[in-house]
């Protein structure tokens, strides 16, 4: 957007030089909304000044810059570009998310089926335990009754 583009007079070198920008800045180093949106603002006193200066000058940069931001959005969002690698990456590793989750609920799965085997197991000896212990203390009351 403020780059300087190679070839022109350096008055008229870039969108800014004409009255195009990203908007006001806020002060601070922060970027104003509008330049994180990336909405462009027109100053129409700073455009026509610049057309009435040098009207050809205004239509080479405006010439140069499109064809700039043209290449870019080509390299960008065309076949192979950057876009197109990022949905792939993303893609794959969603890919990938998905393997794990389903290798992880598997096992979360085989881990359910062991521990309920053990509390089955326990709750048996805890039965059986139980009835031996109902078993001991019948025989000891037998015993106290019998005043052995």
């Known amino acids: 957007m403020y780059e ?4 022109l007079p350096a008055e008229m070198s870039n969108l800014f030089d004409v009255g195009v920008s990203t908007g006001a ?7 104003s909304q509008a330049s994180l949106e990336g909405l462009l603002t027109i100053e129409p006193t700073k455009l026509a000044n610049a057309v009435k200066a040098n009207p050809g000058g205004v239509q080479q940069m405006l010439e140069k810059w499109s064809q700039k931001l043209q290449t870019m959005v080509n390299n960008t969002g065309g076949p ?3 876009m197109e690698a990022r949905v792939n990456g993303d893609g794959s590793q969603i890919t990938q998310l998905t393997t794990q989750i389903n290798n992880m609920n598997e096992m979360l799965a085989q881990r359910e089926k062991a521990l309920k085997a053990t509390y089955a197991a326990l709750e048996a ?11 001991l ?10 005043g052995i």
Not at 4 to 7: F, L, T
Not at 25 to 31: A, L, R, V
Not at 137 to 146: H, N, V
């Open 80 to 82: 192979g570009g950057t």
């Open 25 to 31: 800045p806020t002060g601070g180093g922060i970027s």
């Open 125 to 135: 000896v805890i039965s059986k335990n139980s009835t031996q212990s109902d078993w």
């Open 4 to 7: 300087p583009i190679a070839g």
């Open 137 to 146: 203390t019948s025989q000891e009351e037998s015993l106290d009754k019998s």
